[in-house]
């Protein structure tokens, strides 16, 4: 190799790798934790902790647990989701033949 072909090497090198640390630091900087940029801080709102929402809600829990919890979803609404994601699902053409084969081997099959 020549001193020319040298040169033209060192250039592209240099390039690649000025590209590199370009991208490098490009990518370094769309990253939110990237430390020249300024954390936003929790700004205080002046409120504190109100203790007597608190005290009043536990006083009704310790007195009736029963009704003061949250109520919990009715189950039928659940099971009435399930039957309808079931039904679509046998209405596809694929499950449809499946389910009319199936049929017709039962019907084939010698009942004892």
């Keep these: 190799m020549d ?49 007597g929402i608190v005290a009043n809600r536990l006083a009704q829990v310790r007195k009736d647990y029963v009704s003061a919890r949250h109520p919990r979803p009715q189950a039928h609404f659940h099971a009435a989701l399930l039957e309808r994601a079931a039904s679509m699902v046998r209405s596809c053409g694929y499950w449809r033949q499946v389910t009319e084969h199936a049929d017709e081997e039962a019907a084939r099959q010698p009942k004892p």
């Design 3 to 51: 001193d020319w072909d040298l040169d033209l090497l060192s250039f592209w090198l240099m390039g690649i790798s000025a590209i590199a640390a370009l991208l490098a630091l490009f990518f370094y900087a769309r990253d939110p934790r990237c430390l020249w940029r300024k954390q936003p801080s929790a700004e205080w709102t002046g409120k504190g902790f109100e203790p």
